[in-house]
């Protein structure tokens, strides 16, 4: 009789508490993890470890996988990467109340997701009225990975004002409006969702055609509903998770201040976006984790979300979300129609603005505008591929500013270009990646298919860790796994006898740098979308979810997706 489904031979086993590897075997039997030691019995499926790193499945605590969980629920972009459960419903985005056009509206441009996709997703998907119908038709899906989910406030906000209120800056909820949205807060929890998700940010603008260029309904609100949420979120000890507002920096005091315990009141869970070595201002990351660190000593609970990797955005013309933070910029976002917009960018009074925002160099911001630090990768004029903007201004002896609005109306979207906006200095990498006041996260994964692409994120820490040595591995396991998996209740993380068998194998001879490399990929079931991708088959060897072998070694399992059920819609506690 053989002993268990799948044994993991001879592999370095860090079971995500923090603690040195061990050399052992893991046994999985029944989707848990049986046994951890060395010399096991053979298993019907036996996975080579050896030179490899056995640990817990990663999780991904900030994506927006809401509409392609129900096209693809799979989710294989996140498989393939190590990446064993995610956490959707972030930034005030969810698809739990609000309608298929308010879903689509809300999601499309500040997520940069075509509008039609998410608009058909939610309307072919949703069955449920409430949370606990939500969370029983994600369980019912074939996932690849496991589920958990934020709340979106807007979504409650839009499904409980109507959109057009809740996007109205003069427009305030009733209270029995503010009650209704605090029921609604009360009964996601009970169905097991890991908090609320709010957002202040500028840039986060809807789509459609009935209130385009407002921002999302969750910008509106004042703090007394904030804290209305709050004390909910507080007394059962779930988390707010939100995006600020980087234009009104002091308001983040009012974040920080609603983080702190006092006597007779708990603290409250609060993680934001983000903690980054932003080129535009070299003062936000350590200014950020000071003042972490103060409000965690004085009694908070209070968590910026960071990516372990040099912040490389790929913009299409003006198609990139960091426009939405200067007027000329957005402008330019509202316009859809290629011609009207073309119009716009030709017009010198307009040049004139736009030449005035790009060359500011004062005030808060996240781009830092500097157009010699920005590569064209594609055009269809092939002479200037590989320079940057500033390098064919000079050339025509005209602005910066001017060769990227000309570029833009001659070619469109097939001008394409980088830039890096943050997190380019190793030092100070290494710094916030070991700051107890910061977690990994902020992936953004399934938003801006053609903008960015952090699916990998975990390994690429890992492969970090391994070459630079600025941890041990084992912390650096701990920062993935349990540390997440613990602040957000969830039951994952960790890899011993009696937890749940979500197991990922790491190959570091993979670590061949080949994972910061641009790739691209169709998006699942929708061929005739690209999408931005990572792609680093060589460093994982093995993703296993409820004790299924979903992907391994660049191949993911028959039936991945479709009939293989292994991910499960996760509950909080």
Known sequence: MVEFDVVIRGGSVFDGTGAAPIAA?????????????????????????RGRWVMPGLLDVHTHYDAEVLLSPGLGESARHGVTSIVLGNCSLSTVYSDADDCADMFARVEALPRELVLDAVKQ????????????????????????????????????????????????????ELDRM????????????????????????????RYPARQLPSTYATWKEYRALNSVLRERGRVHQSTPNLNSRAEIALYLQQSLGRPGRKPLKTTLISAADIKADRTVARAATAVAAVTNRAGGDFRWQHLPVPFEVYADGVDLVIFEEFGSGAA?????????????????????????????????????????????????????????????????????????????VEHGTKLRWRTTIANDRDDVLDTLQQSPHVQVGFADSGAHLRNMAFYNFGIRLLERVHHRGFMPVEQAVHRLTGELAD???????????????????????????????????????????????????????????????????????????????AGRFLTAT
């Open 332 to 408: 330019a976002l509202n316009i859809r129609d290629v011609l009207d917009r073309n119009d716009l960018l030709a017009d010198e009074t307009y040049r004139r603005q736009f030449r005035k925002d790009v060359s500011k160099r004062f005030g808060p911001r996240v781009w830092h505008r500097d157009l010699d630090d920005a590569e064209i990768v594609s055009c269809p004029d092939t002479s200037v591929i590989g320079l940057s903007f500033a390098e064919v201004a000079r050339g025509r002896d005209i602005d910066p500013a001017d060769a990227l609005l000309d570029l833009t």
């Open 125 to 176: 998907a949703k069955t449920w009225a409430d949370p606990a119908g939500y969370a029983r038709a994600i369980d019912a899906l074939p996932l690849g990975v496991n589920v958990a989910a934020f709340l979106g406030h807007s979504d409650i906000r839009a499904a409980v004002m109507g959109l057009g209120r809740s996007v109205d800056a003069a427009e305030r909820p009733t209270r029995t």
């Open 487 to 565: 602040w957000y209740g969830l039951d994952a993380g960790y890899l011993r006898p009696g937890t749940r068998a979500d197991v990922t194998v790491i190959d570091p001879a993979g670590f061949d740098g080949s994972a910061g490399a641009y790739a691209e990929a169709p998006y699942p079931g929708e061929r005739h979308i690209d999408r931005m991708v990572n792609r680093n088959d060589a460093a994982v060897t093995a993703t296993i979810v409820n004790g299924q072998l979903v992907y391994a070694s660049g191949e993911f399992t028959p039936g991945f997706g479709t009939t293989l059920h």
């Open 25 to 49: 075997d893991v046994g999985i039997r029944a989707g848990v993890v049986a046994a951890v030691a060395p010399g096991l019995a053979e298993g019907a499926r036996t996975i080579d470890a």
């Open 182 to 209: 605090r029921r609604m807060l009360t009964d996601a929890l009970d169905a097991g969702f890991v908090g609320l998700s709010t957002i202040r940010s500028s840039f986060s603008k809807l789509d459609g055609t």
